[in-house]
């Protein structure tokens, strides 16, 4: 019997422009990485026995991972939507930096990308978030709370700006 997992489900179409630059970049940088490795890959299959050639066996991995991150990019780019323009609003929406409080008084500032150039350490959060998604259409001084893992905080919208 296989181990058969639902599909996770479909993230947000939705990109900023250095996003989606960010992307192409590395699908470019991916062909031609892909180049070096198919070159180092057919020397290594020069060598003989393949079964015991690490060298070979390494660059088939390699070569395998790398095919599939440009199948995805080449999937995901054409059905992404650039988000150019940014609402003239004082709500919280895509694109948005957020600063907001915590219960215990500390600040701090995220702002609500895209699924594919989310990164938390750096403050950029997925707008599939659920703290994004807590946070959306929020005006300063509004307060939510948000429930992740048992865990229940009282949070408060501080300032959004838009760049």
């Known amino acids: 019997m296989g181990r058969w997992k639902p599909p996770p489900p479909k993230s947000s179409p939705y ?16 062909w031609a990485r892909r180049a070096d490795v198919v070159k180092a890959l057919s020397a290594a ?10 060298e070979y066996i390494y660059r088939k991995k390699e070569l395998g991972g790398i095919d599939s991150r440009i199948r995805y990019l080449q ?10 323009e940014t609402p003239h609003s004082d709500r ?12 215990d008084g500390s600040l701090v500032e995220y ?5 594919d150039e989310a990164d938390a350490t750096n403050g950029l959060i997925s ?10 259409k929020k005006i300063p001084g509004d307060e939510f709370t948000l429930d992740i893992n048992e865990r229940c905080e009282e949070l408060v919208i501080n300032h959004i700006r838009y760049e």
């Open 15 to 30: 990109i900023t422009p250095d996003g989606y630059e960010v992307l192409q970049a590395d699908l470019k940088s991916l």
């Open 75 to 84: 999937k995901r780019l054409p059905g992404l939507n650039i988000v150019r």
């Open 92 to 103: 919280v929406h895509f694109g948005a930096w957020v600063t907001i409080e915590r219960d």
């Open 111 to 115: 702002r609500i990308v895209g699924a």
């Open 45 to 54: 299959a020069a060598e003989g026995d393949r079964s015991e050639n690490a």
């Open 127 to 136: 707008i599939d978030s659920p703290l994004a998604r807590a946070m959306l």
